[in-house]
């Protein structure tokens, strides 16, 4: 009962704007004039509707929590353990240096018995093996005076792991003025890093800009999927074909409200990264402005096609998820490397915006305006919302006839 109430009120409510949007047309200025009736009866849907303001503004900012707090590419106390099978000056020197690492939390032993059970039940990621010859193998000039053992179920943890343990191992020999090259020591080669942009090498810095993509996937694509469809379940659109309502008319009053509410949900984001999460944002403020457009431009007409083809919302949900969601997570190098994927999934990302937008936001935020970044990913990005935006504007209802 309750259920047709609310259906009777949206109609009523729709049929009301709709005559009064008629009665100002016989006053002239038509079109402009049932444009923006259409525009205002759209914005009040938005605002009576949770749901539009939930994933509008909640759940971008639990995202970007997420992403800040709860998701994190860099490794920190990684548990590992150290068999000491010589009690020698150096070998406690070479364990100090692991000690006096922020990435280790360590477990000491005398027999690697004691930890290999802790290694094959994950209660440990590695060993390191000081043998009982450590300090004779190391100045005869071994090249392996320490074994490192590393639980491999997970590869790309445990090269991490790896080079982290052999980084500190050389580390060690620079501070005793001493390195391995192959059988023989060598001479000291003094190579000072240098790191641009992300100074502390930190995943978070490139993970907050990049997760702002995902937001707004989130924003134009599952946000505006739900609207047209919303409009049949609810009967809405029934009336508003009933009109002398345009198909131009009908697209851009589902376009402009959503357009909007996207940039305003960006700069919502964009201050909370730059004040509260201590994200630089080096780039011009109107260029991340140009950015967004191009993508909201892709997003608002992938999620519209949707809405237009799918005909119910839950239809339009599940394909938001696999067109729009899933593209902005996995092919948009976010979380994983795009050069490292296959090339026909590498040639895949090419087709979706999000891989676009990852790099510009990367881009405005770390590095600044670099517009040979920026200027192909916003052409390309707005190629491709053209294309959407066509198709969606051609498939739009303009009568019950063509409708459904």
């Known amino acids: 009962m309750l259920s047709m109430n609310t259906r009777e009120d949206d109609v009523q409510d729709m049929k009301n704007s709709i005559d009064s949007t008629l009665r100002l047309q016989r006053h002239g200025h038509n079109r402009f004039i049932r444009i923006w009736g259409l525009l205002k009866e759209e914005v009040l849907q938005v605002l009576r509707d949770p749901s539009s303001i939930l994933i509008a ?11 800040s707090y709860g998701v994190s590419l860099d490794l920190r106390e990684i548990k590992i353990g150290v068999v000491l099978e010589q009690d020698s000056s150096k070998a406690r020197d070479l364990l100090s240096a692991f000690q006096g690492s922020t990435y280790f939390k360590l477990r000491v032993a005398r027999d690697r018995r004691q930890l290999q059970p802790l290694l094959v039940g994950g209660r440990l990621q590695a060993i390191v093996v000081i043998p009982a010859e ?40 620079s501070q005793q003025g ?33 997760s702002l993509a995902v937001i707004m996937t989130l924003i134009g694509t599952m946000l505006t999927s739900l609207v047209v469809a919303r409009e049949w379940e609810r009967g809405t659109m029934e009336a508003l074909l009933s009109t002398p309502v345009t198909r131009g008319d009908l697209f851009l009053c589902k376009f402009v409200p959503y357009f909007l509410l996207g940039i305003m949900a960006m700069i919502l984001v964009t201050v909370i990264s730059t004040w509260g999460l201590d994200v630089p944002l080096r780039g011009s403020f109107w260029a991340l402005l140009m950015v967004t457009s191009a993508f909201l431009a892709y997003a608002l007409g992938l999620g519209l096609l949707i809405s237009v083809v ?55 935020f770390l590095a600044g305006d670099v517009w040979q970044i920026i200027a192909p990913n916003v052409i390309v990005m707005t190629l491709l919302g053209a294309v959407f935006l066509i198709i969606t504007a051609r498939k739009m209802p303009i009568t019950l006839e063509t409708g459904k």
């Open 57 to 67: 503004f909640i759940l971008p900012l639990i995202l970007l929590f997420l992403f």
């Open 134 to 173: 450590f300090t004779r193998r190391k100045y005869r000039g071994d090249d392996n005076p320490v074994q490192i053992i590393v639980r491999g179920t997970d590869a790309n943890t445990g090269e991490l792991i790896q080079h982290y343990i052999e980084a500190t191992w050389r580390r060690w020999l």
């Open 178 to 210: 001493t390195a391995q090259s192959n059988a023989a020591a060598a001479n000291l080669i003094d190579v000072r890093s240098r790191v641009w942009f992300n100074e502390e090498v930190e995943s978070r810095a490139a993970l907050i800009p990049g």
């Open 310 to 364: 799918a005909g119910n919302q839950f239809v339009a949900t599940q394909g938001a998820l696999i067109a729009g969601f899933l593209p902005a997570f996995i092919l948009s190098g976010l979380v994983f490397e795009i050069d490292s994927m296959p090339w026909p999934i590498r040639f895949l990302t090419y087709l979706f915006a999000p891989r676009y937008f990852v790099s510009s936001l990367r881009t405005l």
